[in-house]
């Protein structure tokens, strides 16, 4: 235990998180079991240290971060080792990784029967299901999704700004005034391609090039968070990953699964599991017309964010397809987000309707938001696409 303390003190101490996450402030850490989900490369971890450097003294020793991947935990189970946490005076367990130790779920429920006063956050790849999958947990479990940087996060980290975020519903009514407080301040276009390129996985911070380390956390996400979650096996890694590739390049086309099963050589409702894995892992983007859900073929898949596009095929990247992308992105998870018609590239919520362009419309439509390229503030209903990076 003396070693486990150690080393939280260490990590504690030496964490770099020089932007406090919105999320921070949405979770209810009074709840006893708590799942905190992600892709690989958001800051989990960071999230977990800030956590713990923000609520609790080092010397109290009341919390303790821990992560699965210590080979001590090859020989104690996660509740054998919560319950001498628990005995020598401890109140709340960080669990890093949790999906490494097999029957995670089971042990985390015999810790919450067991231990009435021990709060346990614990961290899961986004692959993971916790509800639907692990019966064990509903009722108990409060599950939040940690993103990457919003545009907004990544303004306050390469500024020192505290800009605040705003409801969909107040970029739609108040652009106008929120534009002109957030650009008195900041010229956000500065900023903005940077962000598509890199700004959405806090590594960008680390002395590493970016892209080699993306392209290295993608092959992770599928390698670690589908396979071994997913109990795929190995031989199949290499159709996963073509399949990627295959949907990143034909990124604009509705999808062929038939033709996608052909080129991978598989079936057809093998291709539509994987998608669905990949759009877990938070690699992809599942878009459907209004009024149509998985198990019907969907009408678009897109990049989870730009900077995987720019990974995947860096010499390849039209701005039109990046801000598209940027856009559905910054709604996902919190909204939900169709593809539109002749009228609209995307319909959110089932009625907003928006079109994302790069110039001015000759004509506008009715009915018709435009998310605006290349300006710092709009007028009526063109609005500048970067506020939408101010979603949270």
Known sequence: MEAFFRTHAYLVEHVYAPVRRTLMDEIDWSKRLIGIKGSRGVGKTSFLLMYAKENFKLEDRKCLYINMNSFYFQGKTISEFAAD?????????LIDQVFKEPNWSTELRKCYDTLPGLRIVFTGSSVMRLKEENPELNGIVASYNLRGFSFREYLNLKTGLHLKPHSLEEILSQHAQITAEVCRQVNPLE????????????????????????????NMMIEVDILLIKQIELKYLSK??????????????????????????TSRATVANYIKYLADARLVNVLYRLGESSPKKPSRVMMHNPNLIHAILPHQVEQQEAIETFFQNALWGRHMVNMGDRSCNFVVDGKLRFRIMTEAPKRQLSGIYYAMDGIRRGDERQIPLWLFGFLY
Do not use: C, W
């Open 240 to 265: 996963i990953k073509k399949l990627l590739y295959l949907l990143a390049v034909n990124r604009n086309a509705l999808p062929n699964i038939s033709q996608l099963a052909i080129d991978i050589q």
């Open 85 to 93: 946490f628990y005995q020598g005076g401890g109140k709340v367990l």
């Open 191 to 218: 900023h903005f391609q940077s962000y598509i390129h890199h700004g959405y996985y806090p590594f960008f911070l680390e002395q590493r090039n970016f892209s080699e380390n993306l392209v290295k956390t993608m």
